[in-house]
């Protein structure tokens, strides 16, 4: 998620990134080594308690794996400021060895190829507070209006390993879900992913809150949310809808949250069947922004239209929805459904989810306030550095992989021209890559063969390159020329243009290209249809 809404926090983000050199650190955590390959992790089951007063985590992860090549050693992570209390194994204590956020656990026998393994990891400690969440991973500490705790934690980025020791890379979800059980003092309540298994009272002062994932889940979208919640239940089509929400807010949340049922048609017509059916669908209020965890959608936009209240298009038609809501949620399918086997591939999370805004607004309020949103976003798009960021070191690409990757997303729905086709591939992709993990080049390669259409160059030139593709015209001899200016040589992007009323499609290479086009006498008979294509155009 983390959008960016003003000017000034994009530029600081380029200037940080940009100046950020490459450290032991994030390879151990961005890198695939055999001390992580050697694995898969099955399931989690997380039982833990939260102190709120001391801001203190302890517990443990039964961690649940088989063996995919013969290992003795393998790697977890936990934050090196959290303490490792033992790791247990068959009733014996590991040894293990810190490197920085990585703890590599010697076993005392070398494990065989496809056996199944277990181990519990306790640890404890006082887990990193967030100065900005989301932008910055970590926990939020807060009070409600009564005065009583109201506890979230948001990490897409810096990582699940901030709080509860994991396999932290996105290659590795449990295939069997999760088990999340948090202990809290009694009046509050903790909503985690997943089904409400039951509660019970520890006898000491303690309540203990169980959840249950059936499906693979992303490491960091496993979440915990404290507070003295009101819960609110809803159905459409089979589907739970839930809704946790501070005790203040319940009549508010119950009118606000009428538009998540428009929202779930409009997807499910596009995108396909909810992801998560056996977990539900929930909306839980956080005292930070918001955040896709899955099937515990983290919501925090204080029941305001817009982006806290605010038009994120600068179009008018951003103002017709709860942003958060609506982006949040479309992160099921394509973020938590659809998963990036690296953080520098996190555009397929955001851009396709940015998109899905504007798939919403035209199942709503129809193509041209769908066109004049998106269009509208253009104003956030920096072109700063690269969108695909650098592999194996836990690193994202530019913030542009939201409005720019939505805008390039646009882009191809209209040179592929047949909106019937598009729709059936954007629903084909949902399905055929539904609860997998993929990269940048199966994403590439589904779209090429869908459309029949080399989409390569234009893929990439929007992925790796900060420019955009300026389309220029001149007049030589009364005819028309045009070409595109790219750093992709081989780019060949149709573009429709408007001359004398009559729409035509151009089919512009990187090489100069003349066509007669009667009654064309200047450049300001040309129209270029912009609002289907994120270009730039130049007449010389």
């Not at 302890?58 to 090196?80: A, C, M, P």
């Not at 998560?276 to 029941?303: C, I, R, W």
Request: aromatic share 14%; charged share 25%.
């Amino acid at each position: 998620m983390r959008e960016f809404c003003i000017l000034f926090l994009f530029i600081t983000f380029a200037i940080t990134a940009n100046a950020q050199t490459y450290t032991r650190r994030d390879s151990l955590q961005g890198g695939l080594r055999p001390e992580r390959t050697s694995f898969d992790v099955q399931h989690y089951d997380l039982n833990i308690t939260v102190n709120p007063d001391e801001r203190y985590i302890s517990g443990y992860n039964n961690i649940t794996f088989k063996i995919v090549e013969n290992t003795k050693r393998i790697q977890l992570d936990l934050f090196e400021n959290m303490k490792v209390d033992s790791i247990i194994y068959n009733n014996k204590k590991l040894a293990y060895k810190r490197d920085n956020d990585a703890v590599f656990i010697t076993f005392y026998n070398e494990l065989k190829k496809g056996s199944e393994q277990q181990l519990r990891f306790y640890y404890s400690g006082k887990p990193v507070v967030a100065r900005n969440a989301p932008w910055d991973g970590g926990f939020v500490f807060r009070k409600d209006n009564q005065g009583k705790p109201w506890i979230g934690v948001a990490v897409q980025g810096t990582g699940a390993s901030l709080w509860y020791p994991v396999k932290d890379h996105q290659t590795d979800e449990p295939d069997n879900g999760a088990t999340i059980k948090v202990a809290v003092p009694n009046g509050l309540m903790n909503v985690s992913n997943g089904r409400f298994t039951g509660s019970e009272d520890l006898g000491n002062g303690y309540t203990r809150w169980d959840w249950e994932v059936k499906n693979p889940i992303n490491n960091y979208t496993i979440t915990l949310n404290i507070a003295d919640y009101a819960h609110i239940h809803d159905n459409i089509n089979g589907l739970d809808l839930d809704y946790y929400v501070l005790k203040d807010n319940e009549e508010k949340a119950r009118k606000h949250f009428e538009e998540v049922k428009p929202m779930i048609e409009c997807f499910e017509s596009k995108f396909g069947k909810y992801p998560f059916y056996e977990d539900g669908y929930k909306l839980v209020e956080t005292p930070y922004l918001g955040m896709e965890h899955q099937s515990a959608v983290a919501y925090g936009n204080n029941y305001k239209k817009g982006y806290r209240g605010m038009d994120m298009s600068y179009s008018g038609v951003g103002m017709l929805f709860d942003y958060i809501t609506i982006h949040e949620s479309g992160h099921e399918w394509f973020g938590n459904s659809i998963t990036s086997n690296d953080i520098a591939d996190m555009w397929i999370h955001e851009s396709f989810t940015t998109y899905s805004e504007t798939v919403f607004v035209e199942c709503r309020y129809g193509y041209e306030k769908a066109m004049k949103y998106i269009n509208g976003q253009r104003m956030n798009v920096q072109n700063d550095k690269p969108i695909i960021g650098i592999f194996g070191v836990n690193k994202e690409g530019s913030g542009d992989m939201y409005f720019k990757g939505s805008l390039m997303l646009n882009t191809l729905r209209h040179i592929v021209n047949d909106d019937d086709k598009w729709w059936a591939m954007l629903l084909k992709y949902a399905n055929t890559y539904r609860k997998q993990i993929i990269d940048s080049e199966t994403v590439i390669n589904f779209f090429n063969t869908e459309s029949g259409i080399n989409l390569t160059p234009v893929f990439n030139q929007y992925l790796k390159h900060t420019t955009i593709p300026v389309l220029e015209f001149k007049m030589h001899k009364g005819l028309l020329c045009y070409r595109w200016k790219t750093d992709e040589k081989d780019f060949a992007m149709p573009v429709d243009i408007v001359v004398n009323d009559n729409e035509i499609r151009l089919q512009p290479t990187t090489t100069w290209d003349d066509k007669f086009i009667d009654k064309v006498e200047d450049l300001d008979d040309v129209e270029v249809l912009a609002n289907k294509f994120y270009i730039k155009v130049q007449k010389l």
